[in-house]
């Protein structure tokens, strides 16, 4: 399911082409199977037939990131999102995913993303929860602290 959301996700044509109520089913169904032929399992392939017959292709991009969300809630994986100026080394990310498996007390899907405009540090989202460590917001908090305006890069 992540490949089919990613897929969706990263072409707009296909998704348009689900929506579509011009393009029959079997038509969808085709194009679905050569897409994903080889690169799903046989049951994620009978579902996808099954969503297109059923004519609820034009969710399958949304199902697709439910299934994922009840497939993590199911086996007790938190997606993380760690953000860094210029991204982790394999050492820093170990120690972050360390960190927040210990905290967590489960499996941990790290995602990292980057952000030059956090100068150093990193922000860590997990959930609704969010570590503010960046170098940014130790500046605005600083400069708060002074009297002055929050501190702003360019």
Do not use: W
Not at 56 to 65: H, Q, Y
Not at 126 to 132: E, V
């Amino acid at each position: 399911m992540k490949l089919v959301a990613k897929t969706c996700e990263e072409n707009r044509d296909l998704e348009l082409l689900l929506r579509s109520p011009i393009v029959k089913v079997d038509k969808k169904t085709t194009i679905l199977e050569a897409i994903f032929k080889d690169k799903v399992n046989p049951l994620s392939q009978s579902f996808l037939n099954i969503i297109t017959k059923k004519k609820r292709e034009n969710f399958l991009p949304e199902i697709a990131i439910e299934f994922q969300n009840q497939y993590k809630r199911k086996h007790a994986i938190v997606t993380a999102t760690v953000t860094t100026a210029t991204g982790l080394d394999a050492e820093m990310k170990s120690a972050v995913l360390k960190l927040i498996k210990g905290s967590a007390d489960s499996e941990v899907e790290l995602i990292e993303l980057t952000d030059t405009n956090l100068i150093g540090g990193m922000i860590v989202r997990i959930g609704d929860n969010q570590y503010d460590g960046s170098l940014q917001r130790r500046l605005n908090d600083l400069k708060l602290e002074l009297g002055g305006n929050s501190y702003k890069s360019n």
